[in-house]
């Protein structure tokens, strides 16, 4: 059948398939660097519907899934893009969170909104062409990655082994009333302080780290960073110290359980969300200029910058540059035409997505490697309990497979 009958493939998305996908997802935990078993999961369910599927291991024993729909090689390629890595479960469970549930529309259940809703609206999407018996030109890219919450070393290292499209669409949760081009920059990095440990008795002969890295905290609130205004992203740039800890010197490591010492280093986690125009080089470089002058006020505050972040953090060791695709690319056009067959009207939003665009994207990597793509998924609620609306998951999934019938049918 011709790329022409788009109602054929519709026929195909069944809510039952697509909500028994995202369950089975949800029933496998996958934390970061924990994303093993879903990928397996994935690869069995890719392989037995007939899509050529190739298991990559990005690290030892982490193994992310990669599947294609051939076409004959005549056309364009799409690829679909979503992570398998699930946030941290907060506060507020009623209910057993690898146990996905239909309540009022909505599905709920551990990393349902980040983002395996997106990947089943995916795969679905891909099996509905396929068993409406489209004659794919060009192939349908299916890249199930592990670490996008680590600034998406997944995505970079299928990059590295050659995988390709001609367009791409991550199915992060940015709802599907919008097809966001605009995207902050994302770095990661560590700042270490260094004191003189001396017990307790004696503690006036040592340096406490943890009293200077307050001064650099301070310091950090008030940087100036250099850049040019980005009107689209008018909350950026944006420095947030996340995280801290202190003590007693174990190398680089430390050792909480001897609070009768002075401690002799500590170390903070600080995310920065930066504008088209910044580079980490340059983010960094204002981070050192705002902590340098501590040192000629005090020359006992020693510190060090950690980028990029040794892997033992497990943090992002890789940053994620701005995006900022031209709204007139042709994968945003195609989403754009099929986002109005599905709902009947021009779809409100296509740009920046607020807050949501301050967040972090795979997409990024793949701009940077000649892909465009955008982020085009379902949206739902993070707390108290992630869900998604089933009806983002079904519109999602019904552009996406009749944006795939555009592009490779």
Known sequence: MSKKDPEIILEKIKKEKVVSLASEMVKIPSFTTQETEC????????????????????????????????????????????????DPLG???????????????????AGIWNMKAGVASMIAAAKALQEAGVELRGDIVIACVVGELQAGVGTTYMIKKGVKADMAVITEPFGVDNITTIHAGVINLVIYTYGIQRHIS?????????????????????????????????????????????GRAAGEEIELRAPNNVPEICKIYVDVRFVPGQ??????NDIDNAIRPLTEEDPSLKYKIEYPAHPRHKIARIAMMP??????????????????????????????????SYGGTDATHLVQAGIPAVNYGPQGEFVPEQ???????????????????DVCG
């Not at 507020?92 to 239909?102: I, Y």
């Not at 650099?216 to 205004?229: E, N, Q």
């Not at 695709?325 to 607020?354: C, F, H, M, Q, S």
């Open 91 to 109: 506060a507020g469970w009623k209910r057993d969170p690898w146990k996905l549930v239909e309540e009022d529309g909505r599905l709920i259940g």
């Open 387 to 405: 869900s998604v609306p089933v009806d983002e998951i079904m519109t999602c999934t019904k552009v996406l497979a009749l944006t795939a019938n």
């Open 202 to 246: 004696e503690m006036e002969k040592g340096v406490n780290a943890i009293e200077k890295m307050t001064k650099v905290i301070d310091a950090l609130k008030k940087i100036r960073f250099s850049y040019k205004p980005f009107p689209e992203l008018p909350g950026l740039p944006r420095l947030l110290v996340g995280s801290i800890v202190g």
């Open 279 to 284: 580079t980490p080089e340059s983010v960094i």
């Open 323 to 356: 995006l900022n695709v031209p709204k007139d690319e042709y994968i945003v056009r195609a989403l754009a035409k099929n986002y109005r067959l599905i709902k009947g009207r021009t779809i409100p939003n296509i740009g920046a997505t607020l807050p949501l």
């Open 39 to 86: 990928a397996l999961f994935v690869a069995e369910y890719l392989k037995k519907s007939g899509f050529k599927v190739e298991l990559q291991e990005v690290d030892p024993g982490r193994l992310q899934t990669i599947a294609w729909l051939k076409g004959k090689g005549e056309g364009r390629s799409i690829m679909f893009n979503g992570h398998l890595d699930i």
